[in-house]
């Protein structure tokens, strides 16, 4: 029996973020909620399309959309992008660790010119 199971939300907003039409959405929502119509005028694609990334955006959690009658302003929800910085900020440590290591090597690396030129 396959069991079907949902993505975990981190998987979910991944996959929405590897879009760089989202991305792009998302930095315009930055500076406010704004029309489908207005998201979709720096894109050369159609509305339907445009309304395809909103839908996996909101699917993600990172967009709601308003239902004022006609005009249905999106918004941005930078909740699900905390959870991204968290994992992200998990490997820092260990760049930090690969880092501090490299500096010490370069440090070394320079003492031992100076002595020996």
Not at 27 to 51: C, D, I, N, W, Y
Not at 56 to 61: C, D, I, T, W, Y
Not at 86 to 102: A, I, N, P, S, T
Request: with cysteine; aromatic share 6%; charged share 30%.
């Amino acid at each position: 029996m396959v069991s079907h199971m949902a993505p975990e939300p981190l998987s979910t907003t991944l996959a929405a973020l590897a879009d760089p039409t989202r991305r792009a959405i998302l930095a315009r929502l930055v500076q406010g909620e704004t029309s489908v119509t207005e998201l979709a005028k720096p894109f050369r694609m159609s509305l339907p399309a445009v309304s395809k990334h909103l839908k996996v955006l909101e699917r993600a959690g990172l967009i709601a959309r308003g239902r004022a009658a006609q005009w249905r302003p999106c918004r941005l929800d930078a909740g699900p992008l905390r959870e991204v910085a968290e994992w992200v900020d998990g490997y820092r440590r260990f760049w930090d660790e690969r880092l501090g290591r490299l500096d010490d090597y370069l440090s070394e690396l320079q003492t031992k010119e100076k002595n020996h030129g």
